[in-house]
């Protein structure tokens, strides 16, 4: 490494491209950055110094795409989320640098091997599903891209819970995700920011004689940042992840100390640092808790504050909307709003008009939900007590939304209390949603079907006051880790078949359709899709001690656990195919032999949920240890579904479930890794599954179900489960079973919440799609048989998918929502 001493920070020159340059660099860490020889080294002192060793080829990309972005004065994309499922890092440090195959043979060399190493790593698993993973994806392409960004987010000293299953049922287990070291990361405790909470506000009269508002907080704490890298694919860039950690202001008292009480001398950095102690491991519900407010605004304060320390000393906040757009990743950084209007009326003594315009065009929001009880709210009560400033400004932003809307609607005093942010019932409480459409400069849904019921049913009096506010992206997903990464069997055989090219332009994947026609490339790719299957069998043997059988059709349903994804509908289905195989009315020998593989989280509260995952247990013991089944039906639930496993299973899996009743799921992304992986899918009339038909063909997906506006219909005049049952024998012959005990012969009256829920409320409608759902498995069946066809629509469905990568996501930003520009090189 060599040093610029022109600007004083950057080191131009990275480590050399070879494998005994690697296997020195390597050594060198291991003896002078962990302390050990190799001879007494462990396979986590080993992990760390390759860790370390590999960053090191990023570091000096790191300064160097910091520096042409400061220089080029570029719009920066801050993306404030308080969930980033990242997934491991090694892996994707090694595709993005090239280094794979070097590092390999350098290990090699030292009798050590990199596989073992990789399994070492545990993946910081800072989010809950979809909406963490979509903000990982984000950040990649924009790296990838060269767009100046900084994600912003929660250091959670525990991510999401890592899952047990004991006698079937869920349980949980901390993540102790930081405990052998964490080598990607890069504390900056000397760039902590000081965040208050609580107190009251005043007015006092300033210098020139203006009455202003002031807030007199009762209580701080310090966030600490920490830098990960964001290493772009083979360019040459890395952006910034900064996640926040809370700290005490001061950290122990000593005096208290001396005198001999310990807990009392400790307990305000016990108390400051809950805050980023774990993440809330809800997916799709608010947990109305105090802390997690205090979450939110803790690393949205941060994060504002961080980045206007940045700007230079003279800069002009009025010139803020040329330098940065926050993008709210759901409502979670919303209070980040009355922030940003505190700091310029308050602080910077901007009069409020002109404030409230700069605010308006620096932020933008996502919306990622259509379940009303989603939609975020915080009681006004709590949020004056820890809040007071921002609930004032909260309020003055609302009156004067208000008077806009009175203008535009005179005397409809409905609206005004439909549209107030302030809801009155059933306590009064702030409408987050409704703060980050008003202050939003764009407002989006996450898929196309999503955007318009976003329009016409979450937000309608919004879209009618604002039509042009309202626009679309749909989600993607990067290729870089969910093919390069996970599957590098089929990337092999597309760079073979078109070039590298695809790897940072998805839809050059178009030049592969007509290799669907070719017999010989469908018999490389069928032999790609069963070494994925071995490559799973023998994962799932190792972490599981789960048996895979690789020679049947391996059908695939991971996601959170929730009712709207209905995963109850393919235990139904699993479950009639085994009473029509016991009661003799099915022959096993008929139907193809089928893995159904589960993967599954379920919120530690929604007991629901919890009950989903015992019944699928259950009835997988019952399923496989059956004689009568012949091996026809397998079940296999690993538990602790995450990223690592994902990258696994997708490449893997022939059939993708992607069954939410329709209108329920904004886009979903699993979805997308899914067909890009050559999995075929069958799936409801939903969320992003519109655009994945209408891109891959009817012909080479299977559809089935209500449509969004037939369940609207269905509940308009009362729906009614109970009937479904008694007009479908095999439905009422499935759910008896259950009803009966067989799969729970311990305590029989076990699932009886669940099939009591399913007769007498179904919320979403799985009875009333169960017969579609059976036939299109039966389509199913019929196709896989059809083994040169099912392989011609698998390769459709790769070479059609293009769409689906998340760089393409982040074009469709920039050109509706960020008007931002990449950096390239100079
Ligand atoms: C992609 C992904 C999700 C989202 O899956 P959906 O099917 O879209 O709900 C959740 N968890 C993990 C680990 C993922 O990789």
Redesign the pocket.
């Known amino acids: 490494m060599t040093e610029n001493r022109v600007n004083g920070t950057v080191s131009v020159t990275a480590p050399q491209h070879s494998v005994e340059g690697f296997a020195k660099e390597f050594l060198r860490e291991l003896n002078f950055g962990q302390g050990v020889p190799l001879s007494r080294a462990s396979v986590n002192d080993q992990y760390l110094a390759l860790a370390r060793t590999v960053r090191e080829y990023l570091m000096a990309r790191w300064m160097e795409t910091l520096r042409r972005q400061r220089d080029a004065h570029a719009k920066t994309v801050a993306y404030l989320s308080a969930e980033y499922?990242l997934?491991r890092q090694l892996d994707n440090a090694l595709i993005a640098t090239d280094l794979t195959e070097i590092v390999e043979e350098a290990l090699t060399s030292l009798g050590i091997d990199l596989a073992t190493l990789r399994e070492q790593e545990v993946e910081p698993g800072l989010g809950?599903?979809?909406l963490g993973?979509l903000a990982a994806c984000f950040v990649d392409s924009l790296a990838t891209m060269s767009v100046p960004c900084i994600g912003y987010g929660i250091r959670y000293e525990y991510g999401i819970f890592r899952q047990t299953f004991v006698d079937g049922w869920q349980v949980e287990q901390p993540d102790t995700w930081l405990s052998l070291g964490a080598p990607w990361e890069f504390p900056h405790p000397e760039d902590a920011v000081t965040v208050h909470f609580g107190g009251s506000t005043e007015t006092y009269t300033d210098d020139d004689g203006v009455t202003r508002s002031r807030w007199v907080p009762a209580w701080d704490v310090l966030g600490v940042p920490y830098n990960y890298m964001v290493p772009g694919y083979q360019n040459g860039r890395v952006n910034t992840l900064r996640l926040w950690s809370a700290r005490a202001t001061k950290a122990f008292d000593l005096q208290i100390f001396n005198s001999g009480d310990y807990a009392e001398a400790v307990r305000a950095q016990t108390f400051a640092e809950n805050i980023s102690k774990v993440l809330y491991p809800e997916d799709s519900t608010p947990q109305g808790k105090e802390l997690r407010l205090q979450q939110q605004y803790f690393f949205v304060a941060c994060s504002i504050r961080d980045f206007l320390d940045g700007l230079p000393a003279d800069f002009d906040l009025h010139r803020l909307p040329d330098v940065v757009m926050f993008q709210l990743n759901d409502t979670h950084p919303v209070i980040g709003v009355p922030e940003l209007m505190r700091i310029l009326v308050d602080e910077k003594k901007i009069a409020w008009d002109e404030a409230w315009a700069i605010t308006q065009k620096c932020f933008a929001y996502t919306c990622h939900t259509l379940l009303p009880e989603a939609l975020e709210v915080w009681p006004v009560e709590l949020l004056g007590r820890l809040l007071p400033r921002h609930l004032e400004i909260i309020y003055r932003i609302n009156d004067e939304f208000l008077a806009q809307v009175r203008q535009a609607y005179p005397n409809d005093e409905l609206r005004l209390r439909r549209m107030s942010i302030i809801a009155e019932h059933p306590e009064r409480s702030v409408r987050m949603a409704f703060l980050a459409t008003i202050a939003g400069a764009k407002v989006n849904g996450v898929a196309a079907l999503h955007s318009q019921l976003l329009r016409d049913n979450v937000l309608p009096d919004f879209s009618e006051l604002w039509p042009d506010k309202f626009t679309n992206v749909t989600n993607g997903?990067t290729p870089r880790r969910?093919v390069r990464l996970a599957n590098p069997a089929l990337s092999d055989l597309i760079t073979d078949a078109i070039g590298p090219g695809w790897v940072t332009d998805l839809e050059r994947l178009r030049e592969m359709e007509p290799l669907a026609d070719d017999a010989e490339f469908r018999e490389r790719f069928r032999a790609v899709k069963l070494a994925n299957k071995q490559r799973l069998a023998g994962v799932l043997a190792t972490r599981d001690g789960i048996e895979l059988r690789t020679d049947a059709m391996l059908d695939v349903m991971?996601?959170?656990l929730h009712e709207y994804?209905r995963q109850t509908l393919k235990v139904l289905h699993i479950v009639s195919l085994y009473e029509r195989i016991i009661s003799g009315e099915l022959d096993p020998a008929s139907i193809p032999p089928r893995v159904f593989a589960f993967g599954a989280k379920a919120a530690p509260g929604y007991k629901m949920a919890k009950q989903i995952i015992g019944l699928i247990n259950h009835v997988g013991a019952t399923v496989n240890a059956d004689p009568r089944v012949q091996g026809a039906l397998t079940v296999v639930f690993p538990p602790n579904?995450?990223?690592t496993?994902?990258e696994k299973l997708i490449p893997a899996a022939d059939l993708s479930e992607?069954i939410s009743l329709a209108g329920k799921?904004a886009?979903?992304?699993?979805?997308?890794?899914f067909a890009l992986n050559g999995a075929l899918t069958i799936g409801t009339d939903d969320?992003a599954n519109v655009e994945i038909r209408e891109l891959v063909g009817d012909d080479n997906f299977f559809l089935f179900g209500l449509l969004e506006p037939q369940v609207a219909e269905i509940q308009a005049v009362g729906y009614d489960p109970s009937k479904y049952y008694e007009e479908n024998a095999t439905l009422r012959r499935a759910i008896d079973l259950i009803a009966s005990g067989t799969f729970s012969p311990d305590d029989k009256r076990v699932f009886e919440p669940i099939v009591s829920n399913l007769l007498t409320e179904d919320r979403f409608l799985a009875l009333a799609d169960f017969q579609a759902y059976l036939d299109a498995q039966e389509r199913v069946d019929v196709a896989y048989r059809d083994v040169e066809g099912w392989t011609r629509s698998a390769i459709l469905n790769v070479a059609r998918s293009g769409f689906f990568s998340s760089d393409r996501s982040m074009w469709d930003y920039i050109d509706r929502i960020w008007h931002s520009q990449p950096v390239v090189a100079r």
């Open positions: 499922l997934g809950n599903g979809g993973r997903v969910f991971v996601k959170r994804k579904y995450n990223v496993l994902a992607q799921e886009s979903g992304t699993g979805n997308m890794k969320g």
